[in-house]
Nanobody, 122 residues
Framework: QVQLVESGGGSVQPGGSLRLSCAAS????????MGWYRQAPGKQRELVAI????????NYADSLKGRFTISRDNAKNTVYLQMNSLVPEDTALYYC???????????????WGQGTQVTVSS
C-alpha cells in the first residue's frame, strides 16, 4: 500500500503565506505524478497544481498561477506547495494526490491523502 501524509495547513490572514508538504511512503517503485487538489465547502474538488516525475514540468489552475508554486523532492517522495498572497477564496481542504507505480512491470495507481485544512480569514 501507499500512504500520503500532508502537513503545513493552518489559518492565515489575507496576504499571508503557507507551505504544504506531502510525503509518500509504502510500496513505491516510482511516482509518476504528484500534486494538489482542493475542495471548498459546497464546491467540487479542483486541481491546484500537479507535477510529473522529474518535477521539471507542472500544471496549475489558471487562477492560481503566479501565487502558488509546486515543487518536488524525488529523493524524499515529497511534494510541496508554496502558497503566497492568500485570499479568503483559497480556504479549502487541500488534498495530496499521487500516481504511483508499485512495481516495475505493474500498473500505476492513484492515491489521495486525508487532506489538510487551509483557512484564510482576517
Amino acid at each position: 500500500q501507499v500512504q500520503l501524509v500532508e502537513s503545513g495547513g493552518g489559518s492565515v490572514q489575507p496576504g499571508g503565506s503557507l507551505r504544504l508538504s506531502c510525503a509518500a511512503s509504502g510500496s513505491i517503485f516510482r511516482i509518476d505524478a504528484m500534486g494538489w487538489y482542493r475542495q471548498a465547502p459546497g464546491k467540487q474538488r479542483e486541481l491546484v497544481a500537479i507535477t510529473a516525475t522529474s518535477g521539471s514540468t507542472a500544471n496549475y489552475a489558471d487562477s492560481l498561477k503566479g501565487r502558488f508554486t509546486i515543487s518536488r523532492d524525488n529523493a524524499k517522495n515529497t511534494v510541496y506547495l508554496q502558497m503566497n498572497s492568500l485570499v479568503p477564496e483559497d480556504t479549502a481542504l487541500y488534498y495530496c494526490y499521487a500516481v504511483v507505480k508499485r512495481r516495475d512491470s505493474g500498473p500505476s495507481y492513484a492515491y489521495w491523502g486525508q487532506g489538510t485544512q487551509v483557512t484564510v480569514s482576517s
